[in-house]
């Protein structure tokens, strides 16, 4: 079993976009790839998505690596296809609302502030 979570972390790096989502390998076992596999939207009750097929690199055990940037102010809704151990694992994260978080936290194995699914 793939053991893992995702971070949406602000970070102003330049390009417009507030918020970086970072994979964090919570487990054992190195996750040996995976794609990040579509992002969702939503405002109100107006969805929208788009499929992205970006594949994420083998990240080892307690790892984490950025794997999105957006703006965010909106429910977004990650999902992606990791590889471990032989297993392939379909993850689905979500975030609602990151316009009104207040008070993150540090992440652990980050060392970030934000939030985490």
Request: charged content about 25%; overall charge negative.
């Amino acid at each position: 079993m793939i053991s893992c979570r995702l971070a949406a972390c602000p970070e102003n790096l330049g390009d417009g976009e507030s918020w970086s989502f970072y994979l964090i390998n919570d487990g054992s076992e190195s996750i040996d790839g995976g794609v990040l596999e579509a992002v969702e939207w939503e405002w109100g009750d107006i969805p929208k998505s788009k499929l992205m097929s970006v594949a994420i690199p083998d990240l080892p055990s307690g790892g984490h690596i950025r794997i999105w940037r957006d703006d965010g102010e909106i429910r977004v809704t990650i999902k992606i296809r990791l590889r471990s151990a032989g297993q392939e694992s379909w993850l689905e994260f979500e975030f609602p609302k990151l316009y009104i978080q207040r008070n993150l936290k540090i992440i652990a194995g980050l060392g970030k502030i934000g939030w985490q699914a």
